[in-house]
């Protein structure tokens, strides 16, 4: 079995996605406005969730990398996911987010999202990660943004229109963030 390390931020712990979350992750899940830019924008039921943690968790397992938990460092509450996919079918190395409704607008994040760049630089070696943003969700395209990432193009993916964010090695910010 695969050993998801943990990473700490100034605010939170990035951390392997277990049963313990499953209640958080499956409201987060439930919830339309959470939902509405991630998959087919439609919200999942707790067996759908299910599945989806089981995958996320099974990605790590395949190829080394994934997605973490977010929880706040200072209480441990589960506040959304940050992290790394490749699926097949997928255009390239992706960095994605979700948090939860009460939890946004507080930059974490961004500051999770450093952390996950951090690792993908220092600990993968990649030379370039990207975010897919649907068109009209301007918030990540902030996120992106302050990120670093590139707009380089839009396309169609899996049926939605997306900006495509583009980030490349080094940036200072990542390597503190992370080891």
Not at 42 to 68: V, Y
């Amino acid at each position: 079995m695969f050993d998801i390390p943990t990473i700490e931020t100034a605010r939170l712990r990035l951390t392997a996605l277990t049963e313990r979350h499953f209640d958080d992750y499956a409201a987060m899940l439930a919830d339309p406005d959470s939902t509405r830019w991630i998959g087919d924008g439609e919200p999942l039921d707790r067996t759908n969730a299910w599945r989806s943690l089981a995958m996320l968790l099974g990605h790590w397992q395949l190829r080394g990398f994934g997605m973490w938990a977010l929880e706040l460092k200072g209480s441990g509450e589960f506040i959304g996911r940050a992290g790394l996919m490749y699926p097949d079918g997928w255009p390239d190395l992706e960095m994605g987010w979700m948090l939860k409704p009460e939890h946004r607008h507080h930059g974490y994040a961004t500051e999770a999202g450093n952390a996950v760049l951090g690792f993908a630089w220092n600990q993968l070696r990649v030379q370039r990660v990207i975010s897919l943003v649907r068109i009209g969700n301007e918030a990540s395209d902030r996120v992106a943004e302050r990120l670093g990432g590139e707009h380089i193009e839009d396309m169609d993916f899996y049926g939605s229109h997306s900006h495509v964010f583009a980030y490349y090695p080094p940036h200072r910010e990542h390597r503190r963030a992370y080891g």
